[in-house]
Nanobody, 124 residues
Framework: EVQLVESGGGLVQYGGSLRLSCAAS????????IGWFRQAPGKEREGVSC????????YYADSVKDRFTISSDHAKNTVYLEMNNLKPEDTAVYYC?????????????????WGQGTQVTVSS
């Protein structure tokens, strides 16, 4: 059974930093595409950053380029999202997702498995 558990969310001031973690289990980590998504109140869920280890592809939404970095520790089956220079518009519930189809990482959409989410709130 695929399981994804996010952690690391919280309240941070404008310009601050947070690192989100996603502990994955139930699948071969190297074979899956992993992604981070977010959903703000009243808005649709959007892809923030996605990557595929098998083809080394990485996607970032324009709104987070040069501020957010996705990385992974394969020994720990954990994916991270380092978020710097946070803005109030980054406030959302952040979700980790996984999918066996590597190409879902190309456009950061269509993922099959989802975590429960972690809240990130950026105060102004």
């Amino acid at each position: 059974e695929v399981q994804l558990v996010e952690s690391g969310g919280g309240l941070v001031q404008y310009g601050g930093s947070l690192r989100l973690s996603c502990a994955a289990s139930g699948f071969t980590f190297d074979d899956y595409a992993i992604g981070w998504f977010r959903q703000a109140p009243g808005k649709e869920r959007e892809g923030v950053s996605c990557s595929s280890y098998s083809d080394r592809s990485t996607y970032y939404a324009d709104s987070v380029k040069d501020r957010f970095t996705i990385s992974s520790d394969h020994a720990k089956n954990t994916v991270y999202l380092e978020m710097n220079n946070l803005k109030p518009e980054d406030t959302a519930v952040y979700y980790c997702a996984a999918d066996s189809r590597h190409y879902v990482a190309w456009y950061c959409e269509g993922y099959a498995y989802w975590g429960q989410g972690t809240q990130v709130t950026v105060s102004s």
